[in-house]
């Protein structure tokens, strides 16, 4: 916007000195009289009206480039919680038992569990073999939308599905001196295949902070999985792989943090969305408060803008316009 600003008094320059060289031009083959009228001076009211619109655009542009100075500090009481949303990416999350997926709808509800946050920080963390931390803590909730978005089955490493790997890179993302304050959401369709999800369980409940697991998928009848490849069901010698909502893992986690499992409904109701969960179960968290001082520049776009703006009106009131003409005649 400085750049723009720059190019208008050399655009005036420039229209200025076309202007005179013009009139001089004129001024060898016209008489003064005709001159006159064929191009008022530059001096009379319609020079005035150029250089009020020019002055106003200098100004607005100017304000646009958001001129910052002085500082002022402010105090206020920081209440929140702390919340890492730990969600599953492995292939068998691609199952449509749910719609579109349970990979998208674990999505589609937290980003309506993050609406509910109300000035909570939060974190994601993708797990396969391994828990990929996506987002650190924030209240950023458009940063942390946009990283749910952009989280596939790519976001962690493939391999056997780990939840103690997910427990502990969402412990890793929380400041132990503030675990009074914690929590942990796993969603997951269960099917921990490497066992060490209790001993990581047991290190939260140590610290204090409950997981709170949510279980996706149908636990009876179960669904078929995509091939990579996109093209029908994924095999294995020769019959579809159908995985079902593994609940026992989820529901012992959450027994061993001190926290609750909650099977997700696949109709989705208002009752069991991810928001709703919230409101209802980790609202029981208790509310860090500190006073927090914050510095801030003054924002003073405003004395440019104004003045800009009355100018560039002052020069529109002064066009010699349809009616001006008509009055003339």
Known sequence: MLVFTA????????????????????????APELRARIMPPISDMWGLQAWLIVT?????????????????DEKYVERSRNVVIAIDVSRSMLAED???????RS????????????????????FRRTGVL?????????????????????????????LGSAIRAALEALDPAADDHNAIIIISDGG?????????????RKRGI?????????????????????????KFNGSAVRVKLEEDALVAISKASNGRYVPLATSGTAETTLGAIYRRFLRQV????????????????????VPGLVLLIAGAALSKGRFGRGAKK
Do not use: H
């Open 98 to 104: 749910v719609r579109p997926n349970r990979l998208e």
């Open 134 to 162: 996506l987002c650190p803590l924030t209240t950023d909730y458009g940063y942390l939308k946009n990283a749910l978005e952009q989280m596939s089955c790519d976001s962690a490493p493939r391999g056997e599905t780990d």
């Open 107 to 126: 999505k589609a509800d937290v980003a309506d569990l993050i609406d509910s946050l109300n000035g909570d920080r939060s974190a994601l963390v993708a």
């Open 210 to 234: 409950p997981i709170f697991t949510v279980g996706i998928g149908d636990p009876k009848k179960g669904a078929a999985i995509p091939a990579a490849d996109g093209r029908g069901e994924m």
């Open 7 to 30: 190019l208008v008094p050399i655009f005036a320059l420039v229209w200025a000195l076309l202007r005179a060289r013009r009139e001089k031009a004129l001024s060898r083959i016209v």
């Open 286 to 305: 208790a509310v860090k408060e500190q006073n927090e001082e914050e510095s801030r520049i003054g924002e003073r776009y405003a004395f440019f803008l």
């Open 192 to 204: 921990d295949l490497r066992g060490e999800a209790l001993k990581s369980a047991e290190l939260s």
């Open 56 to 72: 106003g655009l200098f100004l607005v542009l100017f304000s646009s480039a958001r001129p910052q100075w002085g500082k002022s």
